[in-house]
């Protein structure tokens, strides 16, 4: 099959969160299973910069977009994916990150800059780039690929396309004078379109016009046909419900391996274990902590953002302090969080530290040195820290939610004695629910033999890409084929 994946992020070119880090990886693990997918992202002037192995493969005039755009090539770092970049200097051309300048401010024409990108994967799908290569499939990922499958829907035949929503709350909304600055079919906006309580929805277009959605759990999947996680989508995606399934992630062990990681001191396994102390060590001196390995190391790397439960760790730090444990924090986002966080440091230098920023190096040695991980979102659609935790030995704590109910097995009798418990999940999305789970986790870190099962069960989970990757395959069989079918209707 040839496979056109949409992204605006793809690690280890540009990153902000989860969605880089699979776009850098599922179409590697597609690729391996010999298919032809290649990748397409804006040019954006960080990515230009770390890269000079692109080639200039085309022009292209875009309807709507006022200066001609350039299609480069090249491939996804360590693989043999082919990687489009669309090069359009007014739109991506500037220092920053894909939708800010610095936290908080975004871009003013950020629907501009994502209709063009989104006009530039539409001309690729129909094979109108002069590249000779048409995708059967395009694979479209959040709201910023919004419009792809929309515009696809206008041609024929076309290409199927499959929009992956990894994460719901980010739209792409915009008000009316926004819409006619882009030069979009007039009928885009309207109800059954992407028309949604008097604004223009980007995300709309993927979940009304796509031939299939999925979203990054199964769990998730479900929890967005409701109104507590819809956003007032719930009712459309409902609708879809025949149309939709959940596919959990998958991580690229090659980057996150504790056996091989070189960012971190020293390289352990599940027989190595005594090298996580010294990871641990390393850690609390990093931070001026006190070093000892007997206090536990609770710890958090995250968008600093409502979606994460950031607060709830907040309200817990009193009693993390009383029960004698230290807490390290990275993150950025938020400045009401950031400031919370940095009280707290003050409040409790010898048991809280934090790194308010991005630290790619220091996100892996934080996942290698640290005992227990939190996670207490209000909502995951899959979440990528609970797994990698898993496979550093530091059990999460999250809450049983979306991609981290499908896959953190809570620590119960029964899941002891059946070797499958992973880590501690609590349900109400709440500071007193979250310090039960804390104290439970606290209850067997004091317990060394249970606590090591823990901490190697879940060293020992493979949540590789392979069996995700073959899960997309097999759904992109079923869109085809589905496609196929409608295709003959639409022409008789
Ligand atoms: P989301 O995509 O919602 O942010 P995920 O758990 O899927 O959540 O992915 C987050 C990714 O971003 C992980 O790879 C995590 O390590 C990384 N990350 C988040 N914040 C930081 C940070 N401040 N420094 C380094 N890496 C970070
Ligand atoms: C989103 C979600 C996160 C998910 C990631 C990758 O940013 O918030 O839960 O893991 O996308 O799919």
């Known amino acids: 099959m040839k496979i056109l994946f949409a992204s605006a992020e793809a690690h280890p070119l540009i990153k902000t969160g989860g969605l880089a880090d699979v776009t850098g990886s599922l179409p590697r693990a597609i690729r391996n299973l010999r298919h032809d997918i290649r990748v397409i992202i804006p040019a954006y002037q960080s990515v230009l910069k770390q890269q000079e192995k692109f080639t200039l493969v085309a022009h292209l005039e875009l309807e709507g977009v006022a200066q001609p755009v350039r299609i480069l090539a090249g491939r996804l770092p360590g693989s043999t994916v082919t990687l489009y970049l669309v090069d359009s200097p007014e739109h991506f051309d500037r220092p920053g990150n894909p939708y800010t300048l610095k936290q908080g401010a975004v871009w003013p024409d950020n629907a501009e800059r994502f209709t063009t990108f989104c006009r530039a994967v539409e001309a690729l799908s129909m094979d109108a780039a002069g590249l000779d290569w048409q995708p059967d499939i395009v694979h479209c990922n959040d709201w910023q690929t919004g419009l792809v499958p929309p515009l696809l829907a206008r041609h024929l035949p076309r290409p199927a396309s499959l929009f992956t929503i990894h994460n719901l709350a980010y739209q792409g909304l915009y ?75 998958g991580v690229d062990y090659s980057v996150w391996n504790p056996g091989r990681d070189l960012h971190i001191p020293v390289q352990f396994n599940a027989r190595s274990l005594t090298h996580k102390i010294e990871n641990k060590q390393a850690l609390q001196e990093h931070f001026r902590l006190p070093v000892d390995e007997n206090i536990p190391i609770f710890a958090t790397i995250s968008r600093l953002v409502e979606q994460k439960g950031i607060d709830l760790i907040l309200d817990i730090v009193p009693q993390l302090v009383k029960q004698n444990a230290q807490l390290i924090v990275l993150g950025s986002g938020d400045s009401k969080l950031e400031a919370g966080i940095r009280a707290a440091v003050k409040a409790h230098p010898k048991r809280v530290a934090a790194h308010i920023g991005y630290d790619e190096s220091l996100s892996h040695h934080i996942e290698a040195g640290a005992d227990i991980f939190l996670m207490p979102s209000r909502f995951e659609p899959c979440g990528l820290n609970q797994i990698y935790s898993q496979r550093y030995g530091t059990v999460p704590i999250v809450r049983n939610t979306g991609g981290l109910a499908d896959t953190v097995t809570d620590t119960t009798p029964e899941t002891l004695a059946a070797k499958t418990a992973t880590g501690f999940s609590f349900n109400a999305a709440t500071s007193s629910a979250l310090l039960e789970a804390v104290d439970r986790a606290l209850g067997y870190y004091r317990q060394p033999a249970i606590w090591q099962q823990l901490v190697c069960t879940g060293m020992k989970q493979d949540f590789s890409w392979k069996h995700s990757a073959q899960l997309y395959i097999k759904l992109y069989e079923t869109i085809l084929a589905r496609r196929a079918d409608e295709a003959v209707a639409e022409s008789a």
């Open 175 to 249: 008000d009316w004078k926004v819409f006619k600055k882009l030069k979009l079919p007039a009928d885009f906006w309207s109800m059954e379109a992407m028309e949604f309580h008097n604004q223009f929805s980007f995300i709309k277009g993927g979940l009304v016009f796509a031939d299939w959605i999925t979203t990054v759990s199964p769990t998730y999947a479900m929890e967005i046909q409701t109104s507590e996680f819809g956003y007032g989508l719930e009712g459309l995606i409902s609708h879809r419900t025949d149309t939709l399934s959940g596919i959990v992630n």
